[in-house]
């Protein structure tokens, strides 16, 4: 079983930038490894996904343009640099990994604890 561990979340001011770290034990990542973040009270929300084969990649729209999802296969971790970061950016993120591209949570097999993005205006 493949474990999922997120870092590098922080506060960060508006118009900062962060880099979020999941590196997987275990196992390593499945076909496709994503990013989803969720607020309180709010549905977990997908943000950007990777083909670890190949390295394509899809972004949410709220997202495109300032954030980047990348990997380091060698060292069996996924990366999402945040950039130009607003304050709706607040959310706890989490890293996920499963066969198919999906922005849909309940597609995905594995999921990490989550790392907090606290964006201050």
């Known amino acids: 079983q493949v474990q999922l561990t997120e870092s590098g979340g922080g506060l960060v001011q508006a118009g900062g930038s962060l880099r979020l770290s999941c590196a997987a034990s275990g196992r390593t990542f499945s076909r496709y490894a994503s990013w989803f973040r969720q607020a309180p009270g709010k549905e977990r929300e997908f943000v950007a996904f990777?083909?670890?084969?190949?390295?394509?990649?899809y972004y949410a729209d709220s997202v495109k343009g300032r954030f980047t999802i990348s990997r380091d296969n060698a060292k069996n971790t996924l990366y999402l640099q945040m950039n130009s970061l607003k304050p709706e950016d607040t959310a706890q993120y989490y890293c996920a990994t499963g066969s198919y591209s999906s922005s849909a949570p309940r597609n995905y097999d594995y999921w990490g604890q989550g790392t907090q993005v606290t964006v201050s205006s």
């Open positions: 990777l083909k670890w084969t190949g390295g394509t990649t």
